[in-house]
């Protein structure tokens, strides 16, 4: 568990120093699904569920939010 922890952890990071060249909404969509996974899986783990399941679950509803919000900041 501890070694899956771990290559989560340099996976994000890694994902995030691709975010420099990227728009508001891209960067949105992208760090949004990043937390939205996050705490999908965690719930889900507390919840007696699915990690991966509540991961992908949370992934989606946290890149939608994020597109928007994006979106939102990019017509401002």
Excluded at 55 to 74: C, D, L, S, T, Y
Aim: charged share 5%; hydrophobic share 45%.
């Amino acid at each position: 568990m501890k070694q899956l922890t771990a290559t989560l952890a340099l996976a994000a990071a890694t994902g995030l120093l691709g975010c420099t060249n990227m728009t508001p909404q891209q960067q949105g969509t992208a760090s949004g699904a990043a937390i939205g996974a996050a705490a999908g899986a965690g719930i889900a783990a507390i919840a007696g569920g699915s990690g991966w399941t509540g991961a992908a679950i949370g992934g989606i509803a946290g890149g939608v939010a994020g597109n928007m919000k994006g979106r939102k900041q990019e017509s401002q």
